[in-house]
C-alpha cells in the first residue's frame, strides 16, 4: 500500500537558517505528492504539491521537487523565519480520493 | 472566509456517550473526509465520502460511523465513546478529477475530543 515516510523532529533551527525536511514515499504507479503546514491551533493547509515526476512545487519561499527515481519529495527552504514555525506534513495520493500523510515534523525557529 | 467548519473546538464526554461531530463546507466539494491527528501518528483516515450517502472505511474505521444525508455536510459519529478515542478530530473536503485545484484537501481546525 501507499505510505510516506518523513524524518522526525522536532528541528531546532535559528533564523535565516537553510531547512531540509525528508521525504520518501512508497506508491504504485504515479502519485501526486504534497506538503501541508500546520501553525499552532490551526487545521492543515496546503503548501506545495507536484503532481508528476520532475515538478517542482513552490510556495513562499518552499521548495520540493518530485523525485521519482529516488521516490522523494524533500522541503528545502533557503532562510527561515520565526514564522515558519509550525508541524509540517509530506502526503500522497493516487486514488484521487484520500490522502496518506506522514507523521510529521515539528520545526521551531529561534530569533 | 472560512470554508470548512467544524461544529465544536473542543469536546468533553464521557464513556459511553454518544458523539456527534459535525462538519460543513461551503465550495461544493464532492469528497469528504474524516481524520484523526494524535502525537507521533501523524493523520490516520477514519472514514471519507465521495457523494451524497456515499461512504468508504479509511484504515481505522472501528468504533466511528458517519452520515452524509447532503453535499455539504459530514457527520463523525461515535457510538459510545471510550478513553482511547480521545483524540484531534480534522474534517476536509476536496473536489475530484483533474486541474490545478483537483484533489487538494482543504481541512477545518479540527475538533478536540477529550473522553473521560
Known amino acids: 500500500g501507499n505510505s510516506v515516510t518523513q524524518m522526525e523532529g522536532p528541528v531546532t533551527l535559528s533564523e535565516e537558517a537553510f531547512l531540509t525536511i525528508n521525504c520518501t514515499y512508497t506508491?504504485?504507479?504515479?502519485?501526486?505528492l504534497f506538503w501541508y503546514v500546520q501553525y499552532p491551533g490551526e487545521g492543515l493547509q496546503l503548501l506545495l504539491k507536484?503532481?508528476?515526476?520532475?515538478d517542482k512545487g513552490s510556495n513562499k519561499g518552499f521548495e520540493a521537487t518530485y523525485r521519482k527515481e529516488t521516490t522523494s519529495f524533500h522541503l528545502e527552504k533557503g532562510s527561515v523565519q520565526v514564522s515558519d514555525s509550525a508541524v509540517y506534513f509530506c502526503?500522497?495520493?493516487?486514488?484521487?480520493?484520500?490522502?496518506?500523510f506522514g507523521k510529521g515534523t515539528s520545526l521551531l525557529v529561534t530569533p | 472566509d472560512v470554508k470548512v467548519t467544524q461544529s465544536s473546538r473542543y469536546l468533553v464526554k464521557r464513556t459511553g456517550e454518544k458523539v456527534f461531530l459535525e462538519c460543513v463546507q461551503d465550495m461544493d466539494h464532492e469528497n469528504m473526509f474524516w481524520y484523526r491527528q494524535d502525537p507521533g501518528l501523524g493523520l490516520r483516515l477514519i472514514y471519507f465520502s465521495y457523494d451524497v450517502k456515499m461512504k468508504e472505511k479509511g484504515d481505522i474505521p472501528e468504533g466511528y460511523s458517519v452520515s452524509r444525508e447532503k453535499k455539504e455536510r459530514f457527520s463523525l459519529i461515535l457510538e459510545s465513546a471510550s478513553t482511547n478515542q480521545t483524540s484531534m478530530y480534522l474534517c476536509a473536503s476536496s473536489r475530484p478529477g483533474g486541474g490545478s485545484g483537483a484533489n487538494v484537501l482543504t481541512f477545518g481546525a479540527g475538533s478536540r475530543l477529550t473522553v473521560l
Open positions: 507536484a503532481t508528476k515526476a520532475d
Open positions: 502526503a500522497l495520493t493516487n486514488s484521487g480520493y484520500a490522502l496518506n
Open positions: 506508491a504504485t504507479g504515479y502519485p501526486s
